[in-house]
């Protein structure tokens, strides 16, 4: 079967560093997407990774390795802003999105 | 209307009646999507349309229909609501069927609760 796999919850200090790990089992790959979800709210496009390597979008980026199955998402200098829920999805060999089932990120001050 | 818009915003229905949940887009993407989100679970794809006219069904499709008459409306109907359905649905948009580095665009939901 298909399995997207991420911590369910992770806390972090406001002006730190903080990685989200995912992990993926998928019947094909084409491509990775991270996408970032406020409480009560939908889902907005933070990052996508097709190839291996590191991909730098400002205070964010993610990172791809296909032979292992795993993507991180780094998020640095942290504001209160960025408590939310982080989404690991996979798109399949049926170019259809496989979902984790998210990553809630608390900011501490 | 600007992205995805979705309606109504929230809904509490009885079991057994029949409802339509309504979303527009206007961004003339080729792709919609409608998902389901439980807590605890990933987005969990309910039907989808790759272009006006044509729909497919994703890993939920029971219970639910779809219909693409054109570019902009994408409407989920549930013929007859069960308890298990309850659950916040978005509608989501996306060009070229989700190729390449197209993202998906959501709207903002629709929570329906079924009692």
């Not at chain 1, 990775?32 to 097709?50: I, K």
């Not at chain 1, 991180?72 to 399949?92: G, H, I, N, P, T």
């Not at chain 2, 987005?43 to 069904?57: M, Q, V, W």
């Not at chain 2, 659950?87 to 390449?100: I, P, W």
């Amino acid at each position: 079967g298909q399995n997207i796999d991420q911590p369910t919850e992770m806390t972090a200090t406001e002006g730190a560093i903080v990685q989200i790990n995912c992990t993926y089992q998928t019947s094909g790959f084409n491509g990775l997407f991270w996408y970032q979800q406020h409480a009560g709210e939908a889902p907005t496009f933070l990052s996508y990774n097709v190839l291996d390597g590191l991909e730098e979008k400002g205070r964010f980026s993610s990172f791809l390795s296909r032979s292992k199955g795993y993507s991180y998402l780094l998020l640095k200098e942290l504001q209160m802003k960025d408590s939310a829920s982080y989404l690991c999805a996979v798109r399949d060999s049926n170019y259809q999105l496989i979902w984790g089932a998210g990553t809630k990120l608390i900011i501490k001050p | 209307i600007a992205g995805i818009t979705q309606a109504p915003t929230s809904q509490i229905l009885a079991a057994g009646r029949r409802m339509t949940l309504r979303c527009t887009q206007d961004m003339r993407h080729n792709a919609m999507y409608w998902y389901r989100q439980d807590l605890g679970l990933g987005l969990r794809l309910i039907h989808y349309s790759n272009t006006a006219g044509t729909t497919g069904k994703g890993e939920v499709p029971d219970g639910y229909s779809v219909s693409r008459a054109n570019t902009d409306d994408f409407p989920l109907t549930l013929a007859s609501a069960v308890p298990s359905q309850t659950s916040v649905y978005f509608c989501a948009s996306s060009d070229s069927s989700g190729t390449g580095d197209n993202e998906q665009f959501f709207g903002p939901g629709t929570r329906l609760t079924v009692l």
